[in-house]
């Protein structure tokens, strides 16, 4: 892992549509300074509202990753925070003309792409890392989620995911080292069922959804009639493939639904607001869990600040006599 703190060499620009809002929007990703972590600027709002990529900004986790700080919202930034994350920069401005992040190929594949192409700047200041020094757990026990983060002298992270689906199955994926990221997991697209698919199109939720930027598993018997509606609303001609999901794309893993939650995870713990040191293990997860999980290490953090503070006071206090 690196040890100085790093930004990119220069502005990168991409431009796409936000899969919620089916809104055009580009972002320009810059170089910050040293401590700066991540932070949207929302140019196409007055004042140009800064919205910072912390857990305690999160507003809505429930097709996404949503912050909101000083008037302004930032939606579905997890896959470029987990390019971010997984190429080790630390500091960087991203300028944003609309609400969304675009959803490109959902994946990470693109972000990590321009940023290898334009490379990076080591900073003078080391990586303040946030290192577990004892096991920090979360779990909802009614949907059998299950994070716990380990001591581990590197970023390890390991992910089940069991959606009870005769098609899906249980799928594992894990890296045992950040530098992994990239070769690994960042292609990995977002999934979703087809039962989900159709809510989200009749409720007008994904606007920007056109079959090319996601997997869609077909957990149910699907008649003509319906996948000719489909074929409608996307303009794409659609069966079923014999994996058991819409042909308009190949899978690029056997486990691709598993290495996308990876994904998903390790961009929502960018929320921490600094790297991690540790083992992070999780089954079943979800962006919800790793909001939560993200605010118990924050905690931690702050815990661990506090006891410092104590700690210090306790050296200088003056001696008491009998």
Same mark, same amino acid.
């Given at each position: 892992m690196n040890t100085k703190q790093r930004t990119i060499k220069g502005d990168i620009t991409i431009s796409g549509i936000g899969?919620?809002?089916?809104?055009?929007?580009?972002?320009?990703?810059?170089?910050?300074?040293e401590n700066h972590w991540f932070k949207?600027?929302?140019?196409?709002?007055?004042?140009?509202?800064?919205?910072s990529v912390d857990a305690d900004n999160v507003t809505d986790t429930s097709r996404g990753t949503t912050i909101s700080e000083n008037g302004a919202s930032v939606s579905t930034i997890e896959h470029l925070m987990a390019a971010l994350v997984g190429l080790q920069v630390d500091n960087v401005l991203i300028e944003l003309n609309g609400p969304?992040?675009?959803?490109?190929?959902? =994946? =990470?594949?693109?972000?990590?792409?321009?940023?290898?192409?334009?490379?990076?700047?080591?900073?003078?200041?080391?990586?303040?890392?946030?290192?577990i020094k004892e096991n920090i757990h979360y779990a909802e026990v009614d949907r059998k989620v299950e994070i716990v983060g380990m001591p581990?002298?590197?970023?390890?992270?390991?992910?089940?995911?069991?959606?009870?689906?005769?098609?899906?199955?249980?799928?594992h994926a894990s890296i045992s080292q950040i530098d992994e990221f990239h070769k690994e997991i960042?292609? =990995?697209?977002?999934?979703?069922?087809?039962?989900?698919?159709?809510?989200?199109?009749?409720?007008?939720?994904?606007?920007?959804?056109?079959?090319?930027?996601?997997?869609?598993?077909?957990?149910?018997e699907v008649e003509q009639e319906e996948l000719n509606k489909l074929e409608g609303l996307f303009n794409k001609k659609v069966t079923v493939a014999d994996e058991g999901i819409l042909d308009n794309i190949q899978l690029r893993y056997q486990n691709e639904p598993a290495r996308h939650k990876l994904l998903d995870m390790i961009g929502d713990l960018a929320l921490v607001g600094r790297p991690i040191k540790g083992h992070i293990m999780a089954a079943r997860p979800g962006h919800a869990a790793n909001v939560a999980f993200a605010k118990r290490i924050k905690n931690q953090i702050k815990r661990d600040k506090s006891k410092k503070k104590l700690n210090t006071y306790d050296i200088h206090a003056k001696p008491v006599y009998d």
């Open positions: 899969l919620h809002t089916g809104k055009s929007v580009t972002l320009v990703i810059k170089p910050a300074p949207f600027k929302r140019v196409d709002i007055e004042g140009q509202p800064i919205v969304e992040v675009p959803i490109l190929d959902g =994946s =990470s594949a693109i972000f990590i792409d321009k940023l290898l192409e334009i490379g990076f700047v080591d900073q003078e200041a080391d990586r303040d890392f946030y290192e581990l002298d590197g970023y390890r992270l390991t992910c089940m995911i069991d959606f009870n689906s005769p098609i899906l199955g249980s799928q960042s292609s =990995s697209r977002t999934f979703c069922f087809l039962h989900e698919l159709e809510a989200l199109v009749n409720n007008n939720l994904i606007k920007g959804g056109d079959l090319s930027n996601a997997i869609v598993i077909v957990d149910k």
